[in-house]
T-cell receptor
Framework: GAGVSQSPSNKVTEKGKDVELRCDPI?????LYWYRQSLGQGLEFLIY????????KSGLPSDRFSAERTGGSVSTLTIQRTQQEDSAVYLC?????FGVGEAEETQYFGPGTRLLVL | GESVGLHLPTLSVQEGDNSIINCAYS??????FIWYKQESGKGPQFIID?????DKRQGQRVTVLLNKTVKHLSLQIAATQPGDSAVYFC????????????FGTGTRLQVFP
C-alpha cells in the first residue's frame, strides 16, 4: 500500500479483556516498530522487529503486552487483561534499512489505534 | 538516562510569521535527528532529518539547524500557515543504535490568522 495502515482505528474495551491491534507496514520495509502515545505525551517505544532477527522487546511495559510479525510483514500487538492505564494511542511505524532518498532510518507512521479501556 | 526534550511546550504565532521550535538532546552519541509533525488524530509525519555531519538542512519552507556543541536542534518554519498547526516532535538516534528513535515530548504550534 501507499503507507502504513492500522486497524482498528478505534477500540473500546472493558477492563480485563484482551485486545489485538494490527499493523500493515509499507511494502518492502524490513523494520517495524510499535509505540504508545498517551494523551498529550510523546511516543513511548514498545517493540521493534527487523527482518528475521529476534525482536527488541525492551520497551514492553509488562508481560501482558506481546507482539508478533508474521511473514516479515503484518504485525499484531496483543494486550492481555487490559487495564485502564493501557488507554492510549498505539502507533505503528515501518522503515527500510536499505532505502534511498531520505535516510534509511526514517520511520513512517500509521494513523494509530485509539484504545480506550473502561 | 538519555533523553530528548523540548524547551517550549506551546508556541503561538501569527500567520505569515516565522516559527522556531527548539529541542535539546542529551545523548552526545546521537548522530541522526528527525522532526515529525503530528496533526490531531493522525500519526506523526516525517518533516525533515539531519545527520550530525551537517549543521543545517533546508526543505520546503522548513530548515533544521543542529548545534552539536550545545546539543541543540531547532526547526524553523518560514511564513507559517494555519495548516502548520500541529504538535512537533524531535527524535534522535545513534549510529550504533539506529533502529531505536528517542522522541521528545512535543511542542504544540498554534497559528493564528
Amino acid at each position: 500500500g501507499a503507507g502504513v495502515s492500522q486497524s482498528p482505528s478505534n477500540k473500546v474495551t472493558e477492563k480485563g479483556k484482551d485486545v489485538e491491534l494490527r499493523c500493515d507496514p509499507i511494502s518492502g520495509h524490513t523494520a517495524l516498530y510499535w509505540y504508545r502515545q498517551s494523551l498529550g505525551q510523546g511516543l513511548e517505544f514498545l517493540i521493534y522487529f527487523q527482518g528475521n532477527s529476534a525482536p527488541d522487546k525492551s520497551g514492553l511495559p509488562s508481560d501482558r503486552f506481546s507482539a508478533e510479525r508474521t511473514g516479515g510483514s503484518v504485525s499484531t500487538l496483543t494486550i492481555q487483561r487490559t487495564q485502564q492505564e493501557d488507554s492510549a494511542v498505539y502507533l505503528c511505524a515501518s522503515s527500510s534499512r536499505f532505502g534511498v532518498g531520505e535516510a534509511e532510518e526514517t520511520q513512517y507512521f500509521g494513523p494509530g489505534t485509539r484504545l480506550l479501556v473502561l | 538516562g538519555e533523553s530528548v526534550g523540548l524547551h517550549l511546550p506551546t508556541l503561538s504565532v501569527q500567520e505569515g510569521d516565522n516559527s522556531i521550535i527548539n529541542c535539546a538532546y542529551s545523548n552526545s552519541a546521537s548522530d541522526y535527528f528527525i522532526w515529525y509533525k503530528q496533526e490531531s488524530g493522525k500519526g506523526p509525519q516525517f518533516i525533515i532529518d539531519i545527520r550530525s555531519n551537517m549543521d543545517k538542512r533546508q526543505g520546503q519552507r522548513v530548515t533544521v539547524l543542529l548545534n552539536k556543541t550545545v546539543k541543540h536542534l531547532s526547526l524553523q518554519i518560514a511564513a507559517t500557515q494555519p495548516g502548520d498547526s500541529a504538535v512537533y516532535f524531535c527524535a534522535e538516534s545513534s549510529y550504533y543504535n539506529t533502529d531505536k528513535l528517542i522522541f521528545g515530548t512535543g511542542t504544540r504550534l498554534q497559528v493564528f490568522p
